[in-house]
């Protein structure tokens, strides 16, 4: 059990540990704005001078039109969804965004978490419009991280071959979504889509780049 432990999650508890113990808090700034930032939107929006302002900025809706869906979509990942609570939305970031900043870096965890909530954005507006999805969630407001932590978390499980807990993720996903099968459980299977793909891209650039071993000589 303790092998099994260490193969699963020892390389990703390795870089996360000296990550921190390196740098400590300085590891993780991007991490910690975003928390910041969610915070202060979850402030803001609750006002009544403040909610049609974040509406306006980050709301984003299958309804409207895509070009103004597209310039929401990034801060739309900070602006926590109203009925839920935003405890959940400040640990899954402080949580998930950090380990993959260690991990991965500022600018590839913000490329991750941006293509796996732009994959829930879209699939949104083309489900809808085939008909696998009510025509009522046109209307849904569209916001919080939670497709930008799902994908992160598979592509941070692929890189550091956590294969079991990747796998589980994404099991996890799937049976919410069959035993609940809302417009948030189908955005959260797209993401995982979208990041899959990319991992089948960079599996596709690192095996080009290898030396053709019948070519030497």
Known sequence: MRDAARREW???FGAVRDGLVARRWRA???TLAAVCLTAALQ???NQSWGYRFVQDMGAVRAVDPLWLALLRTPLSLFVPALDLPVWGALAQILLVFGIAEICLGRWRTLVVAYVATLAGT???RVAIAAGWLPESDAQVVDTGPSAAVVGLAVYVCWRYRARFT???VVATMA???AVKPNLAG???LAAIG???IVCAAELGVRGSRRPDPGSAG
């Open 166 to 168: 990747g796998a589980l």
């Open 194 to 196: 979208a990041v899959l």
């Open 28 to 30: 993780i700034p991007m």
């Open 175 to 177: 049976v919410e979504c």
């Open 122 to 124: 879209l699939y949104a």
């Open 43 to 45: 402030y803001v929006q």
């Open 186 to 188: 189908w955005e959260h």
């Open 10 to 12: 020892g390389p990703l």
